[in-house]
């Protein structure tokens, strides 16, 4: 059972999400044979003033 966690910056429209989620189960299906029912996909939409890179919080 694929368990696949995907984190983003800032937050996603609800088609964006089912598309990211659609195109990550069809990949795994392909790739690695795995049934869609048995592939689990979460998406944690976090705030980008709490995400920092290069030392630096992203706005």
């Given at each position: ?28 299906k ?29 706005e």
């Open positions: 059972m694929p368990y696949i966690n995907v984190r983003v910056a800032g937050q996603l429209s609800r088609d964006q999400r089912e598309q990211i989620v659609k195109e990550i189960t069809d990949t795994m392909r790739v690695a044979g795995k049934p869609e029912s048995a592939t689990y996909v979460v998406i944690d939409e976090v705030p980008r003033d709490q995400w920092a890179k290069s030392g630096e919080l992203l």
